[in-house]
């Protein structure tokens, strides 16, 4: 990366920085290719970040399907976090894990796990396991809330032999011809995942994470604290790719004991250690064994560190310094916090970084934890709140006696309760997927670059005002 014409004299954040066109020779976004090259095989460089009201199992099933990185947080207990693992690693790769239910709960229930939009749905099954029907989620819609779900079935919805499918093209192909927008995927009569016409299309053009064994990849965080070798070997054991060691201040000497610990275990996976935004921490998590290091303090949505505490340094300088300090050393970075847009993405990769962490922009789709809320003014919502908050503490530190939970809390920070609304036009971690990687795309071939070394290489980066900035979104309205 190269600044165009100048040269910065303070740090930049993404919103200070845009991108300047150059030659290019590639002639379609498609034509691009988005792998990050830091060893956790992955196919496009978007993680989510290791939040509670971010990161389950099934965000981070649909994320491997498409590619990217999901990373389980650490505040799950260890049993729990090594069935989730199992549990992203049981489901279909080339259909979407259906939303089971039962025939007696209520339309209500239903709508607190997926919205009455198209390309959505439910399956049913009795009590004793024993399919019997599926339910498009356009038709929740349409029904009184404390309908039984059973009470709508009415024949079952036309289904989808998964031997007839011989390709994601042939996938599309068949529910167009079928007019379907969503179906059930039947094999020898059991139900094995559910399709959509645009998860179909998405199929053609996203290429999924898959481990050796042809499963769905998945990331687990730990933190640094406690017997962190035997949570690392019982991760291993369940099969996680990617092991993250997470602490709020990574520049510590508990960060670089559990490294050396962890690291020292030969466990073959990639290891993420942060978060920190300076080069010299860099080199001594590398030195500890971090393969990738984890940048950004107090830039994420939740976070009130830098209010609290004047801690923290602007996103794009930090990536970009730290990026460099990696690639020094054979190491990469990860930039985690502060994106807003899909340039901001964009930007995130042209300072450096392998690969980008999302937290809060996922936390409102229907793959994150949690169920679906309405506000009074009927707009749907999920509930999001930072890892160092004290509904976060509250929940990490449970076993705790009162008077321990007491003084920790007190020193809690961050936001413990938002309000993250679904975008109605993209209320699927999958629709957000699409808008970021067809701007992320576009923007390597407006830097001539067909795959993401060439953008690090390529990307030429201006300073701008904040009305340059203002100037470059969108009016919302009419003059």
Known sequence: MEFYETSPRHDLTYSDVFLVPSHSDVGSRLGVSLAPVDGTGATIPIVSANMNSVTGPRLAATLARRGGLGVLPQDLHLQQLAEAIRWVKEQPVPWDTPLDLRPEQTVAEALRLVPAVEGHGIVLHDEHGTYLGCISAGRLGTALPDA?????????????????????????????????EFAPVMHHGVVV???????????????????ASGRLRVAAAVGINGDVAAKAKALAAAGVDVLVLDTAHGHQQGMLD????????GLGLPIVAGNVVTTAAVRDLVGAGATIV????????????????????????????????????????????????????????????????????????????GTLETDSAGKLYKESWGMASTKAVQGRFEKLDPYELARKTLFAEGISSSKIYLDPLRPSVEDLLDMITSGVRSSFTYA????????????????????????GKALPVSW
Request: some cysteine.
């Open 448 to 471: 001539g670059a067909s795959n993401l070394e060439q953008f690090h290489e390529r990307a030429l980066v201006g300073i701008q005002s904040a009305a340059g900035y203002e100037e």
């Open 294 to 369: 984890k940048v950004g303090v107090g830039p994420g949505a939740m976070c009130t560190t830098r209010m609290m505490t004047a801690v923290g340094r602007p996103q794009f300088s930090a990536v970009l310094e730290t990026a460099a300090a990696a690639r020094e050393l054979g190491a990469h970075v990860w930039a985690d916090g502060g994106v807003r847009y899909p340039r901001d993405v964009a930007l995130a990769l042209a300072a450096g970084a392998a690969s980008v962490m999302i937290g809060s922009w996922f936390a409102g789709t229907i793959e994150a934890p």
């Open 258 to 265: 559990a490294l050396a610990t962890v690291a020292a275990l």
């Open 148 to 180: 039984r779900l059973g009470d709508l079935l009415h024949g079952r919805l036309t289904a989808i032999d998964a031997d007839d499918v011989t390709s994601a093209r042939a996938a599309f192909d068949l529910m167009v011809a079928a007019d379907l």
């Open 193 to 211: 995942g559910t399709l959509s016409r645009t998860g179909a299309l998405r199929s053609t053009l996203y290429e999924p994470a898959l481990d």
